[in-house]
């Protein structure tokens, strides 16, 4: 079995052994990947060379490729198992023994889109997305696959965190919050979402803490204030007015802000529209999009 890691660190085992060839050639990780997320048809060898060079002349691009293809079948255990090689295409066997890890995204994303709250297929999609895909390549056809992939999971993690809070599970909502701003850092809905948890659960020093990192983010990235709803959270918490759906902690767990109230900034006024495109309540986010264009199958796209 070939268990293939695209998202985040590249990582390829055979049979349980790691393939060390891969790791120092990020071209040969693209070009396996490729070919495993396009097993459902032969693909031509001129498509290939053009995606992976498309500066050279076709001919530079043809002789790279054949080099490359070289490498693939010295580095790839068993290689005959895995591709079929003619002189106009290239095919990765769609029955060969693999595991991939985009594909088993994908397959949760599809399962979504009939049951969208299922807390177990969110849970299982988020855990399984431990990064972008291939980060450190910037071809067309990875950068396209890599924005459907993370718009459909950030999405998704925002359905699971809503789902939780709707359930009290304060504290796994909490820790996938943090993850959504992780993915994320400019969201300032996930500042809003991580604000509102750890006010849920008493954390109100933690809750300020979480809106100070949102001031000072947004102002040395973008160089706005918060939305006016995350402005008025902030009031609420300094005022220390409970929250709808606020759970009571045991008195031995109610925080007190350590945080100097005068360096709250909450007056700073927004554009209307601004505002309304931010301030969208948590309860209105249920839907989990539609799946990225499925890698398998998208020859003619690339085209």
């Known amino acids: 079995m070939l268990e293939i890691r695209l998202l985040g660190n590249f990582n390829l085992t ?15 990780q693209t070009l396996l990947a490729y070919l495993a997320l396009h097993a459902d048809a032969p693909q031509p060898r001129r498509q290939i060379a053009y995606l992976f060079w498309p500066e050279s002349t076709e001919t530079q691009a043809r002789t790279n490729l054949r080099k490359l293809l070289l490498q693939l079948r010295r580095a790839l255990p068993t290689a005959e198992e895995f591709l079929t090689i003619t002189q106009q295409t290239i095919q990765w066997q769609p029955d060969a023994p693999l595991w991939i890890d985009v594909a088993d995204v994908q397959a949760l994303l599809n399962q979504l889109q009939d049951d969208p709250e299922n807390l177990t297929l969110l849970t299982r999609l988020t855990d399984l997305y431990s990064g972008e895909l291939l980060p450190n390549c910037y071809d067309e056809w990875v950068l396209t696959l890599r924005r ?32 959504l ?36 983010t947004l102002r040395a990235e973008l160089d706005v204030e918060p939305t006016a709803a995350i402005q008025e959270l902030a009031k609420q918490l300094q005022a220390g007015v409970p929250l709808q759906g606020m759970a009571t902690p045991p ?50 796209e690339l085209e």
């Open 14 to 28: 055979y049979n349980g052994e790691a393939v060390a060839a891969f790791h120092d050639s990020p071209r040969l």
């Open 148 to 179: 459907h992939l993370h718009e459909a999971v950030t999405q998704a993690l925002g359905q699971l965190i809503t789902v939780l809070e709707d359930r009290r599970a304060y504290d796994e909502g909490i820790r996938y919050a943090q993850r």
């Open 181 to 216: 701003l992780h993915l994320d850092p400019l969201a300032e809905e996930s500042y809003l979402r991580l604000i509102r948890l750890r006010a849920f659960t008493g954390d109100r020093t933690g809750a300020l803490r979480t809106y100070h990192d949102c001031v000072a």
């Open 251 to 300: 008195k031995n767990q109610i925080a007190t802000s350590n945080l100097p109230t005068s360096d709250i900034d909450t007056s700073t006024p927004r554009s209307k529209t601004e505002t309304a495109a931010a301030e969208t309540s948590h309860s209105e986010i249920r839907g989990v999009p539609t799946p990225p264009t499925p890698c398998i199958g998208r020859a003619e």
